[in-house]
């Protein structure tokens, strides 16, 4: 049984390498394959996960403790959900649409102004010329991190300030900005196509030592 | 046969107890180790305790001075022990919690953690005897009793010194002189420690030898939960002023003001790329990428749509939207009916415009991607939340020869964007993008107040620059600290 799976594993790894040469009948039927088979398995994994353990369970629980009764909002919210397959009453499945994006706005509205500002701005209150408090010399590496870090965060700000167009030193600022943020995003690429690469190598890995055994 | 069942269970819970109290008590007993040491060390001195601040409760800070022969003296300490005082019915309901916990190893077939020939491996054998429907049984009655006794610890605490116990807790190295003790507040949980109950907590100084000397015992003290953390104070100060300052630009806006957003590269494209589609008799591929409805940028991308769906219904071009997320979907939808509503064209709007793929990541790009290949989309935009699948997406549209507009607050995946497509809002330029395109008084206002609220934190960050540069006084700084 292990066996057939290493093999279809590897034939189905083949057929979305296939790909890289062109779009053909054999990378479409793996498509078709891994589309039909993920969504079969998340539509049981749901059903299983939120309608019948969380749910279920929830408000009918089997150990003992309290039943939920919170869970029912939830419940008659989904349901509400579903009344956008009738035409009459569709626009009843707005209502939950508009909770769920109303309300999971309002609470990630304080988590992005803790770690989007208040840490922002905390982080970058620091020392610029950074002393050795015994020696009593500048240490430069930390100063100039610490002045590049202050530059950065004022300079990225003046490039998403939306109000004012981008010219004299207001343009000439926001463009140092924008070397701030390339720079940042060349670091995140190089670092990202790494990660990818280990990808890449394990798929090899298990193409040669799983199926081929050309690995030890 | 359940008579029978419950029998057997509290007859094995009472044979527990006795042993497990005696235990217990042995564990705290400081004048069974002193006996055997050469010399005592000096005890821990002026314990004292607090409720934990702006918490959810069933928590205690311990604070102590060190032993004097904590790092010096004769007799160095090596750690410090804490206890805390507890009544036995605590005791009781902690053999019952260690019962369930057996019970639901029995249940899942695993005896992971059992030691042969201890107390819980003679529980096992005794709960092994009963079917897995009878356990079922016993877990819940032994549940519904944990609860039910629950409700009697804060008058049982009130029995102090008599009829308890002192229990072990932790342990902390030498030169500690604090200790939170954070309970949980489940009451299942054997960690529990409940609120409005009076506790009593000693420390023991430790020496390499085990000898021990216990502090005074201090007690009563009571944790209780806070509805409200000081400690946030700031952070409701700078929401309301923020609110304050989105309130009056959106009042601005509604009163017809001019309200100035500089123009955006990829957005003035938008236009021009609908149109090249319609001359070239392809459609637009609109991909909304793996966030929830509730994530910001969605919301964002869902207002570009609903601009992009109506100059495409406008030019009559055929548009694609397959979804990763069943809810963006059903918003998605109604988000171009209402653009082809708005252009004019209801009967042009076709239910499977907007289309669920499946939610798994790669399988949806697999699909996404056969989609580029086939359908030949003159067009790609990319706006939402994207992960790894990013690169594999623009990659797949840039090889089709479509023209691709990409934009995304994911700072790992902008690199991905930039490097190959034809142009990308990075960041908040794409819920500026959305204000910018919808015209609607409360995006454009909300955008100026996020505007001015960066000027302020850009000013505030350079005061707090020169204030920790010149030490002017840390409770400026100390402003900003979040404490969790």
């Known amino acids: 049984m292990e066996l057939l799976g290493i093999w279809v594993a590897a034939l189905l790894t083949l057929g979305i390498f296939s790909f890289l040469y062109k779009d053909n009948p054999v990378y479409k039927i793996c498509e078709s394959i891994f589309i039909g088979v993920s969504a079969g398995y998340w539509a049981i994994a749901n059903f299983f996960d939120a309608l019948h353990k969380k749910f279920w369970i929830g408000v009918f629980p089997t150990d003992g403790s309290d039943p939920d009764y919170f869970l029912w909002f939830g419940a008659l919210l989904g349901v509400l959900m579903l009344m956008r397959l009738s035409s009459k009453i569709g626009w009843i499945a707005r209502w939950p649409l508009a909770f769920i994006v109303g309300a999971t706005a309002g609470l990630y509205m304080m988590l992005y102004f803790v770690s989007n500002a208040m840490n922002q701005v905390s982080s970058t209150m620091r020392d610029v010329i950074v002393v050795n408090s015994d020696t009593q010399l500048i240490i430069w590496g930390e100063t100039v991190g610490s002045i590049l870090i202050v530059i950065g965060v004022v300079s990225g700000l003046v490039y998403f300030f939306f109000s004012k167009e981008h010219k004299g030193i207001f343009g000439r600022t926001a463009r140092v900005g924008i070397w701030f943020l390339m720079i940042t995003f060349g670091a995140h690429f190089g670092y990202t196509v790494m990660s990818r690469m280990s990808l890449l190598i394990g798929r090899i890995d298990f193409l040669f030592r799983d199926w081929l055994h050309l690995l030890k | ?484």
């Open chain 2, 1 to 484: 046969m359940k008579v029978k069942m419950l029998l057997a269970v509290f007859l094995l819970l009472a044979i527990c107890s006795n042993s497990y109290a005696q235990d217990t008590t042995a564990e705290g007993d400081t004048t069974a180790i002193s006996v055997d040491s050469l010399r005592l060390p000096a005890p821990p001195g002026n314990l004292s305790g607090r409720d934990k601040p702006n918490d959810h409760g069933h928590a205690i800070i311990l604070d102590w001075e060190l032993s004097p022969d904590d790092g010096g003296g004769s007799n160095s300490v090596l750690r410090y022990d804490i206890y805390k005082w507890v009544p036995q019915l605590m005791l009781d309901i902690n053999l019952v919690r260690d019962s369930i916990i057996i019970i639901q190893k029995i249940i899942r077939k695993t005896t992971d953690g059992i030691e042969e020939g201890s107390q819980a491996d003679s529980m096992l054998k005794v709960f092994s005897k009963f079917s897995k429907d009878e356990l079922f049984d016993i877990r819940n009655r032994l549940t519904d009793h944990i609860k039910a006794e629950n409700e009697g610890l804060a008058e049982a605490s009130k029995s102090y010194p008599e009829n308890g116990a002192w229990l072990f807790i932790d342990k902390k190295p030498s030169g500690t002189k604090t200790f939170d003790h954070i309970g949980s507040k489940e009451f299942k949980s054997k960690g529990f420690v409940p609120d409005y109950a009076d506790l009593y907590y000693r420390v023991d100084a430790v020496t390499i030898t085990g000898a021990k000397a216990s502090s005074e015992i201090f007690g009563p003290i009571q944790s209780s939960g806070q509805w409200y953390n000081t400690y946030r104070t700031p952070v409701v100060f700078s929401v309301f002023l923020f609110t304050i300052l989105t309130v009056f630009y959106v009042m601005r806006a509604k009163q017809g003001a001019d309200l100035y957003v500089r123009p955006l590269g990829g957005i003035e494209a938008v236009d021009d790329a609908i149109g090249r589609a319609t001359e070239m008799g392809r459609p637009i591929l609109y991909v909304l990428g793996l966030g929830s409805a509730a994530d910001i940028a969605t919301i964002a991308s869902f207002t570009i749509l609903g601009r992009v769906a109506k100059k495409v219904a406008e030019y009559q071009t055929e548009l694609l939207v397959p979804t990763y997320d069943p809810i963006v979907m059903t918003v998605a939808q109604e988000v171009v009916k209402s653009a082809y509503l708005d252009a004019g064209r209801p009967d042009a709007y076709k239910e499977d415009t907007v289309h669920f793929v499946t939610q798994s990541q790669f399988a949806y790009v697999a699909a996404v991607n056969g989609i580029m290949l086939r359908e030949l989309p003159a067009t790609n935009v990319y706006m939402g939340k994207f992960f790894a699948e990013s690169l594999i997406l623009a990659e797949t549209g840039a090889l089709a020869g479509s023209i691709q507009i990409s934009g995304t607050d994911e700072i790992a995946q902008i690199p991905f964007f930039i490097v190959a497509c034809d142009y990308t809002l990075i960041g908040e330029e794409l819920y500026a993008a959305s204000a910018y395109l919808g015209k609607d008084p409360v995006l454009l206002g909300s955008l100026k107040a996020q505007d001015y609220a960066k000027a302020a934190i850009i000013i505030l960050a350079v005061i707090g620059v020169i204030v920790a540069q010149f030490d002017f006084g840390h409770y400026y700084v100390d402003l900003f600290e979040v404490v969790n």
